[in-house]
Structure formats: structure tokens, C-alpha cells
């Protein structure tokens, strides 16, 4: 099967809704949670278009959605950290490596816009995978998002040497 993966625009904000919705059909609170944070993400002042994604299949529906936003380090403002959140896959289309295009074309834009790090808060098991760390091996903490353990990617080598402490959230997901 084939996929495209765009820049979102307003015209896919329903269609990512039901992707929320479907993935989270067995945690309607958790599903609120997902839909209102991305809501409030859209009306942060350091809002940015071009970090949030959407994987389409053949026949235009939203399969997968990835967005970035901005944080940085507690007393460290100049260390640019994008927090990737949230990224889902729809079920059905599980293990076809749309969650690699989402963080790879996120990643990517991100460096090209100067952040040294993404961090996402998940599963190290899945993450490692990509070159995710745990933020505690770099001297950096946060309070997670959800259930797991916030992970780091350095954009650029060594890229977080000179930083540590506490990571700060955008408002939209505290």
C-alpha cells in the first residue's frame, strides 16, 4: 500500500479527530485529552504549520498524524527542544512504518529549523529504535505526558552537552 505524508491544514482537523478516536476508542478520556491538547497546541504563540503531519493512504484518509511543538530547558531557554506529540498510527495500519515517516520528516524539519533535540514521552522499547534515548541519560528530566518515559534524539552530535535540568512543557500539555 502507499502513502503520502503532508503538511496538515485545516481542512484535515476532522479527519485527525477520528483518527484520535479511533485509536483511542477503549480510553474516551484519554481520547478527550489527545483531541484538546492538539486543539490548544494549534493556538500557542509558537505554533508552527509546517510541524504538524499527516500520513494519508490511497484513498485520502488519515492514517497517521505527528506534531511537533516547542519547549525548552528550565533556565536554559537557548537549548531548543521540540516535543513530538502526539504521533499516532491508526490500528489498522499498524507495522507499515508510517510512525518511522512521521518522526524521520519531523526530525528533519525540526533540525533544519536549528532545535538540537525531539523528545517524545513513550515506550523505550519502540522508541530505541529510532535513536531515542531516556532524557535522564542526559542529565535532562520532565514530567511525562502520559504513561512512559520521556526520551531524547539529539539532532546534531553532542548536540546537548552543555545543557541539563527541566524540561518545560508548551501550556497546551500541562
Do not use: W
Not at 61 to 73: E, F, K, R
Not at 74 to 97: E, H, S
Amino acid at each position: 500500500m502507499t502513502f503520502t505524508l503532508h503538511t496538515a491544514d485545516a481542512h484535515d482537523y476532522d479527519a485527525e479527530a477520528k483518527l484520535i478516536e479511533t485509536t483511542y476508542q477503549n480510553d474516551p478520556d484519554e481520547m478527550q485529552i489527545i483531541k484538546q491538547q492538539l486543539l490548544a497546541l494549534r493556538h500557542e504563540r509558537t505554533y508552527t504549520e509546517a510541524f504538524e503531519l499527516v500520513v494519508k493512504d490511497q484513498t485520502n484518509t488519515i492514517v497517521g498524524l505527528g506534531a511537533l511543538s516547542d519547549s525548552y530547558i528550565l533556565g536554559q531557554p537557548t537549548a531548543r527542544i521540540a516535543i513530538l506529540f502526539p504521533l499516532l498510527v491508526a490500528p489498522d495500519y499498524a507495522n507499515q512504518g508510517i510512525g518511522r515517516q512521521l518522526i524521520d520528516e519531523l526530525e528533519h524539519r525540526a533540525f533544519v529549523r536549528g532545535y538540537q533535540a525531539v523528545a517524545i514521552t513513550g515506550s523505550p522499547d519502540y522508541l530505541t529504535r529510532f535513536g531515542y534515548q531516556p532524557a535522564l541519560d542526559f542529565g535532562i528530566t520532565a514530567n511525562p505526558l502520559a504513561t512512559g518515559i520521556c526520551m531524547l534524539r539529539e539532532l546534531r552530535p553532542d548536540a546537548l552537552r552543555h545543557f541539563s535540568g527541566k524540561l518545560v512543557y508548551p501550556n497546551a500539555l500541562t
